[in-house]
């Protein structure tokens, strides 16, 4: 199994590429599934979770195919044709491996009617439930049934009627999979409280980019009117704004400077709020976002929101950047309740970080040393990628699949801009 080994105390500085979004990618590819001709999308992540997903849409009956990109280039071209779906199933061996298999379900329903999907997978950063999915679904004209570990999904007569369904709280993922099952449907369908994210805005304009007509794109409220076809694509997939902010968060680190090049600052502007409150200079250019950090940080109080919030994906990193400020910083997790797995391993460097409940102190000025340390899931593998690359001597982070799951060429990105990391395998 590799590892990644960080000697920190490097100060980072130049131009760091920003690639596709993972979350946008898991949510646009799925969409192919809703037209039996070709989607071409560009900028797509070199990631674990983008193999699993391919490798899924194949066990539907979609082919893919990459092309246009060199082994040295970051990022890809994929071309996904359902002509003809062979299976309505997606399996456990396949689903288990990554929470987004759940979008399948609402392509699935909104193309041929039927849809036997496992229950998913991922991360373990406390409960998660697809209640939500299921309830937004089932009020658009799905028949729905659990058993066995699996959501068997159907729709009378084979297609959609078409309705009316309001979140009672923000949730991306069943957003998304609504949003796709209602691009096929009958008649209108109202969606009310839905998610805002970059992502859900990115999913909605490929959509109308295949015929689907979306009003509301952007806001909280949702029009769709079912079409009785969608047509192919291409389509280029939007910056990472969750990549870009990490980056971000090891310049300042750091004290270091880098120019994100990619990165779009609208997307990520409670990000960018949060870094210069910490002391971070931030510039908007043209294509990306510098950002530079001279000196101490200043420790701040944050709390992660659905969009236009601070990001529940941004907070193990400025758990880690917090560390360097001149102070205690609190930070409150209001969306998932098992996401402090990190601060066991950061203790092992040094951090002094308390845990009560969802709210964490983080006490600034810590002297980081190297130590070998765990990653437990994604987000919180970056943050002790992040201490790594500012604490004393050397760093050894395991199980960095975790890293691949939304991390293109991690070690590569930033070697090139001053890092002393590697890979090794321990064979």
Partial sequence: MDRIIIRGGKRLAGRLPISGAKNSALTLMPCALLTDEPLTLRNLPRLADVDSFGHLLNQLGASTKIEGSRPEEFGRVMTIRAGKLTSSEAPYDIVRKMRASILVLGPLLGRGGEALVSLPGGCAIGNRPIDLHLKALEAIGAELETAAGYVRATAPGGRLSGGRYRFPVVSVGATENVVMAAATARGTSLIENAAREPEIVDLCRLL???????????????????????????????????????????????????????????????????????????????????????????????????????????????????????????????????????????????????????TAIVQGGASLVGAQVMATDLRASMSLILAGLAAEGETQVSRVYHLDRGYERLEEKLSAVGADIERVGDG
Avoid: W
């Fill in 208 to 358: 109308v980019a295949m015929g689907a007509s979306i009003d509301g794109i952007g806001t909280n409220t949702l029009t769709i009117e079912g079409r009785d076809r969608l047509h192919g694509a291409t389509y280029a997939v939007m910056p990472d704004r969750i990549e870009a902010g990490s980056y971000a968060c090891a310049a300042a680190i750091t004290g270091g400077e880098l120019e994100l090049a990619g990165a779009k600052a609208s997307d990520m502007r409670a990000t960018l709020d949060a870094l210069v409150e910490a002391g971070v200079e931030v510039t908007e250019l043209p294509n990306g976002v510098r950002v530079r950090a001279d000196g101490r940080l200043r420790p701040i109080t944050l709390s992660t929101a659905p969009y236009p919030g601070f990001a529940t994906d941004m907070q193990a990193q400025f758990m880690a950047m917090l560390l360097m400020a001149d102070g205690a910083s609190v930070l409150t997790e209001t969306i998932f309740e098992n996401r402090y797995m990190h601060v066991p391993e950061l203790a092992r460097m040094g951090a002094q970080v308390q845990v009560s409940g969802r």
